[in-house]
């Protein structure tokens, strides 16, 4: 069964410098897709960035990267010039086609201070 | 225009009793999804329907009963109401049909059994 862990509950980053987030995922599969979703204190859920597995080119979404080690099963997530507004739940979350679901970590709270 | 809308926000309700969430997409995609996220934030899929059909029930209790009467809309009851139920439950669809798309969110309705 596929799998997803994220063994940072949480990180804290000063406001203008950089954090990863760490995801790591279990999957036989060879195309899949993996996304990482922010859930402010709002509680909706928003997309940030997603990667397809076939895609070597790791993707980017102006100050969010991601690190896709597909050998290691790796995605973890890079904020660069951290905002305040960027505080927030990160889950990391696993899709196989026609699997009719998305499995998600566990998430990771990120503080910014100010 | 909300894409995926739940209703309601909030709802208190006493043990034993019945309740029922709604939802709704105007996205057109022909997946929609109840996910569970318990007091650890750690978000659970508990069904899926696929253009009205039931895909997947995640080992849930027999007293949550969900119904599609249609690709937009899924709704989810709740019999019997017990004191674990208290979570917040998040509506979401997504298009299977396009691999790698992402899941839409609702707010979410925060449930709390007393």
């Known amino acids: 069964a596929q799998t997803v862990t994220q063994s940072q509950p949480e990180m804290s980053v000063q406001e203008a410098e950089t954090v990863t987030l760490s995801c790591t995922y279990d999957?036989?599969?060879?195309?899949?897709?993996l996304f990482w979703y922010k859930q402010p204190p709002s509680r909706q859920m928003i997309l940030v960035i997603r990667?397809?597995?076939?895609?070597?080119q790791n993707a980017t979404e102006n100050r969010f990267s991601v690190n896709f080690q597909k050998a290691a099963k790796s995605f973890s997530l890079k904020i660069s010039d951290s905002q305040l507004g960027d505080a927030a739940m990160y889950f990391c979350a696993y899709k196989y086609p026609g699997t009719y679901k998305y499995i998600f970590g566990t998430g990771t709270r990120l503080k910014v201070l100010a | 225009d909300t894409a995926v809308s739940q209703t309601p926000k909030y709802l208190v309700t006493q043990m034993g009793n019945d309740k029922s969430i709604k939802c709704e997409q105007n996205l057109g995609h022909d997946t929609m999804y109840w996910y569970k996220q318990d007091s650890k934030k750690f978000l659970k899929i508990m069904f899926s329907y696929n253009n009205k059909e039931l895909i997947i029930n995640e080992t849930v209790p027999n007293r949550f009963s969900p119904k599609s009467p249609d690709k937009a809309h899924l709704n989810l009851h709740i019999n019997s109401l017990e004191l674990g139920d208290s979570a917040v439950y998040f509506c979401?669809?997504?298009?299977?049909?396009?691999?790698?798309?992402?899941?839409?969110f609702g707010q979410g309705t925060r449930l709390t059994v007393v």
């Open positions: 999957t036989s599969e060879s195309d899949y897709y």
């Open positions: 990667q397809e597995a076939y895609k070597q």
């Open positions: 979401a669809s997504s298009q299977e049909e396009a691999p790698g798309s992402e899941a839409f």
